[in-house]
């Protein structure tokens, strides 16, 4: 029952013209929704638009920051947490690196001078990990 029709040669190049118009005529709708777009996004911007934020504001670049370990005495140690405790009284909450990272700050902003003598006030320790007793 499936005959096969001849084909002529005006009804392939009908069907060959219509595939070649097919692929231009969607180029062309999709060239007219594109320029449509933003004809459409633009006059829905003004009724929304914000002040632009001045370059000044811009996101500063992340510091990439340093993960180290130190050793110190137990007295000093003891004297952050009265430090913590002295900031939450004043409703500042700090952490342990927080106020380490103040007294950096204050020490650097401190003379020559000055520095030596905070420096000459703390004694010196052996540094790295205390050793372990052998019996535990």
Same mark, same amino acid.
């Given at each position: ?9 005006a /009804? ?5 013209a219509?595939?070649s118009?097919?692929? /231009?005529?969607?180029a062309?709708?999709a ?5 449509a777009?933003? /004809?459409?996004? /633009?006059?829905?911007?003004?009724a929304?638009?914000?002040p #632009?934020?001045?370059a000044a504001?811009?996101?500063p670049?992340?510091?990439k920051?340093?993960?180290?370990s130190f ?5 000093e140690? #003891?004297?952050l947490g ?8 004043g409703?500042?909450?700090?952490k342990?690196?927080e106020?380490?990272?103040a007294?950096v700050?204050l ?6 001078a ?6 000459k ?5 052996k540094?790295g990990?205390?050793?372990?007793k052998?019996?535990d």
């Open positions: 029952m499936n005959a096969t029709v001849a084909k002529t040669p /009804a392939t190049k009908r069907k060959a219509a595939r118009a097919a692929p /231009a005529k969607t062309v709708k060239a007219v929704k594109a320029a777009k933003p /004809a459409v996004q /633009a006059a829905a911007k003004p929304s638009r914000k #632009a934020a001045p504001e811009a996101k670049a992340k510091i920051l340093v993960r180290d050793t110190m005495p137990s007295d140690y #003891a004297a009265q430090l913590k405790q002295r900031a939450l009284a409703a500042h909450p700090v342990k690196s106020l380490l990272r007294g700050k020490l650097a902003s401190l003379s020559d000055a520095l030596l003598r905070a420096l006030n703390v004694p010196a320790i540094t990990r205390p050793k372990t052998k019996g």
